[in-house]
């Protein structure tokens, strides 16, 4: 069985800890300005809806290239959004908007 | 006769808010499971052993970066642009590991170390929103959003799908594609509970989307990330609450700071 690529994995290791490690092991981020600490507060709402919206709304185009995207995918992320905003219910937004893009698909409407 | 609290029984806030957090982690392991599923297909097809693609879920423990390298081993590309590449699509988690680097400061650095490992997107978005709920840190919280969600369905699902490999059917029939933003959007909702969050959701939205469509989802969903909290920042602060909302018993409003402070004030007169 080949092993030849966990060498890979130790690189891609070596260059992804350092971003997930370094703020949380470098001494002194509590005596951040107030400020500075509002700004990380936001971080997680707005790099979380940047990831979800990049992820719905951004495909690769025939050309290789990102291209504007707006289908049955999207319809489901919103019913899902508008489930947990109304239930605080992830598990349940997940499900609906699951079987809404189920259903899409399986009718042939994507 | 009731038992005292100790720190193995936890008060009843941070058990109701774990249960919460369980049932959270439980949508996010369905959609990390599904995901980790369609790896190990993909890595078994690009030629990785399993072995392979284990020590990549386990070691990387990043699933686009993961998927983003076997797609180029796949086309036969050398190894130095696949690490480069792997630093940019994760320079993301940064932003976690300082967000949340504030309420780690305690923890032992050993501890610090393993926790910064297992720290991924869907770990972040539930952690963040239990020490939200609870407005502290929980370690076993932590555990349980990175290593409950997370990294086990993760590596269990590579191994099935690098060992199963084309008996599955394919997940994106079943719409299980779209679990991953929706999740990552609906932990956003969960977040952003005041106009700053709201804001800074809002512009992270549209600029990581405008920006993706510009230089690449890799770069453009971190500017999105660096970018939306300016705009937060810039909306004007709350007014201050008249009185704390969860503070009475009776579903009355009280004012438990000033409450505080009369008893405390009481305390220090000196005895007639």
């Known amino acids: 069985m080949s092993t030849q690529l966990v060498l890979l994995a130790v690189l891609m290791f070596a260059a992804t800890y350092p971003s997930r490690a370094l703020p949380i092991l470098a001494p002194g981020i509590e005596r951040l300005p107030p400020r500075a600490l509002l700004y990380l507060r936001l971080v997680g709402p707005a790099v979380l809806a940047s990831l979800a919206a990049a992820s719905t709304l951004v495909a690769k185009a025939p050309h290789g290239g990102p291209a504007f995207h707006l289908g049955v995918e999207a319809a489901g992320v919103l019913a899902c959004l508008v489930v947990v905003a109304w239930r605080r219910n992830l598990l349940l937004g997940l499900v609906v908007g699951l079987a809404l893009v189920a259903a899409a698909r399986l009718a042939g409407l994507a | ?272």
Request: proline share 9%.
């Open chain 2, 1 to 272: 006769m009731t038992a005292p609290a100790t720190l193995a029984s936890p008060a009843p806030d941070l058990r109701a808010a774990r249960r919460r957090l369980l049932l959270d982690t439980l949508g996010i392991a369905v959609s990390v499971g599904a995901f980790g599923l369609v790896f190990g297909l993909a890595a078994r097809n690009a030629g990785f052993s399993p072995i392979e693609a284990v020590a990549s879920s386990v070691l990387v423990f990043a699933g686009a970066s993961q998927f983003a390298a076997a797609g180029y081993i796949a086309a036969g590309l050398p190894w130095a642009p696949i690490v480069v590449l792997t630093f940019f699509l994760n320079a993301r988690h940064m932003l976690y590991s300082a967000s949340l680097a504030p309420r780690f400061r305690e923890i032992p650095l050993p501890k610090r170390v393993v926790m910064s490992h297992v720290l991924t997107d869907e770990a972040f978005a539930l952690s963040a929103a239990h020490f939200h709920r609870i407005g502290r840190l929980d370690i076993p919280g932590y555990w349980i959003a990175a290593v409950l969600g997370v990294f086990v369905p993760w590596n269990l699902a590579t191994i099935a799908g690098v060992l199963l490999g084309g008996s599955l059917p394919d997940p994106s029939r079943l719409g299980l594609d779209i679990v991953f933003p929706a999740a990552m959007g609906g932990l956003a909702v969960g977040l952003a509970t005041g106009r700053r969050e709201l804001v800074a959701a809002g512009a992270g939205a549209i600029i990581g989307t405008g920006m993706s469509l510009v230089i690449g989802p890799a770069l453009g969903i971190i500017v999105g990330g660096l970018l939306g909290p300016l705009l937060g920042i810039a909306v004007p602060a709350p007014p201050e609450p008249p009185a704390s909302p969860d503070s009475d018993l009776a579903g009355t409003p009280v004012a438990i700071d000033a409450a505080i402070a009369e008893v405390d004030a009481l305390a220090a007169e000196p005895a007639p």
